[in-house]
T-cell receptor
Framework: NAGVTQTPKFQVLKTGQSMTLQCAQDMNHNSMYWYRQDPGMGLRLIYYSASEGTTDKGEVPNGYNVSRLNKREFSLRLESAAPSQTSVYFC??????????FGPGTRLTVL | QKEVEQNSGPLSVPEGAIASLNCTYS??????FFWYRQYSGKSPELIMF????GDKEDGRFTAQLNKASQYVSLLIRDSQPSDSATYLC??????????FGTGTSLTVIP
């Protein structure tokens, strides 16, 4: 089992460019999450999907969109990247005991 | 407003000592509590979860929950240099959203 996988691992964008972060899990979990992690700020929830076909906003959704493509995949899209979106992005899925399994992360820099 | 607070540290303990990490939360409606360990440049990994008041032990780790006082703590016995990492406290309230503290940096000195 690969667990939770994310692509890409690193990305550099210019202001105004768009990109999609991909996430997939092979644990048959219903719920999936996107977080960003900034120094001194901890993990902040961007969007989550409680089940296939549903998505909800988290604490910091502005500037992002998500798609729950199927039970395995949950993507995060930046339509017009801004320097404030420079961060490390983690995808996670939620297990039966409510524990979260995190992917390896994507380090995004917006110039 | 739901808040989870941790002392950012850094916390330094000598090898073999007990490390004590604390977390407080703002809302009594919380249900589940989690401790994650995060090494520099890596993703968080689950150490323990606790749902009920009292202590829960797993190897060298003990989680303590006091819902009346709204705090949860993590004790690491016989601390090892490999325990040096940032420890994240997370709280799940009713629903699907998890709230994380900013983490406590722990250094175990050989």
């Amino acid at each position: 089992n690969a667990g939770v996988t994310q692509t890409p691992k690193f990305q550099v964008l210019k202001t105004g460019q768009s990109m999609t972060l991909q996430c997939a899990q092979d644990m048959n979990h219903n719920s999936m999450y996107w977080y960003r992690q900034d120094p001194g700020m901890g993990l902040r929830l961007i969007y989550y999907s409680a089940s296939e076909g549903t998505t909800d906003k988290g604490e910091v959704p502005n500037g992002y969109n998500v798609s729950r493509l199927n039970k395995r995949e949950f993507s995060l899209r930046l339509e017009s990247a801004a320097p404030s979106q420079t961060s490390v992005y983690f995808c996670a899925s939620r297990g039966l005991r409510n524990e979260q399994f995190f992917g390896p992360g994507t380090r995004l820099t917006v110039l | 407003q739901k808040e989870v607070e941790q002392n950012s540290g850094p916390l330094s303990v000598p090898e073999g000592a007990i490390a004590s990490l604390n977390c407080t939360y703002s809302d009594r409606g919380s249900q589940s509590f989690f401790w994650y360990r995060q090494y520099s440049g890596k993703s968080p990994e689950l150490i323990m979860f606790i749902y009920s008041n009292g202590d829960k032990e797993d190897g060298r780790f003990t989680a303590q929950l006091n819902k009346a006082s709204q705090y949860v703590s993590l004790l690491i016995r016989d601390s090892q240099p490999s325990d040096s990492a940032t420890y994240l406290c997370a709280v799940l309230w009713i629903g699907n959203q998890f709230y994380f503290g900013t983490g406590t940096s722990l250094t175990v000195i050989p």
